[in-house]
């Protein structure tokens, strides 16, 4: 009892950057066990190795002084979403891309768009570009793991737990709900008009981390998102449409694109409010 009453006031005590770094660290952490090989093993040296040594040369390169927890989350990010496998080409562009994003490429302090979902997209693009080269498998494989005998996975309880006990100090609610509410909607719809939406499918639906991880991970990271709550439930709808109608579409990587849609209208905001503040 005294051990929880510790472990509650040690977390209270660290700001939100650190308490959603440590919850990253624990959800990666568990994904790494439950996939737990050699090739997963280079792959987290490729991303959050590589990453905290990028942060370390461009801090003494720069004069900007950056989070360290930041470069935590970022490499953390592209390391559950990117694919392990032989090739450490795509890890180590991606972490490059992500980590020069944010510390080179940014309006007014911040990032415009989550530099994963943007390093991700431009590690494609630009490999993409060069003959004989396969393009990166942006899968989510380490956001979702571990099903359970009653339903549910060990990620999708992991998730609960942040969303219930860690999610309130972003207070980004409006875009969780925002974006689960429209994407949900549209959904059970369209399983609805084609016949689809028996017990099993919509269970899949409501339990999948993948979704969860998205919408409280992804879609609410603080300077890429609105803070006023009609701003985030404007931009966590804008999220949902883009990413149903490109997923109907089969566009290739829809949620990273839906995600930089929605971080694109936030820097819309953002520009017209500096514009009307200059006027």
Known sequence: MQFNHSLQASLKKLDPIRRFALFLVIFSGFALGYNFSNAVLLHLAATLGFGLVLYWLYSRLSAKRKNVWDTVITTL????????????LYPLLATFFAITLKFFIEWKDSPVVNPA????????????LIPGIDQPFISWWGTTFWALPWGVSVSFLLMALWILGGFYVWRKWA?????LGVYFLILFGLMLFFGSADKES???????ST?????????????????????QGVYGVIAALVYSVLAIAAVPNYALFALVAANLFNAGFRLRKNKNLTQ
């Open 77 to 88: 990010i592209i390391f559950l979403l990117l694919h392990y496998g032989d090739n450490l």
């Open 211 to 231: 979704i969860y991880f998205l919408a409280a991970i992804m879609l609410p990271e603080p300077k890429t998102s609105p803070a006023l709550p009609w701003k």
């Open 202 to 208: 919509m269970h899949f639906v409501l339990t999948d």
């Open 117 to 128: 979902a943007g390093a991700l997209l431009l590690t494609a693009g630009v490999l993409a």
């Open 175 to 179: 875009i969780f709900a925002g974006f």
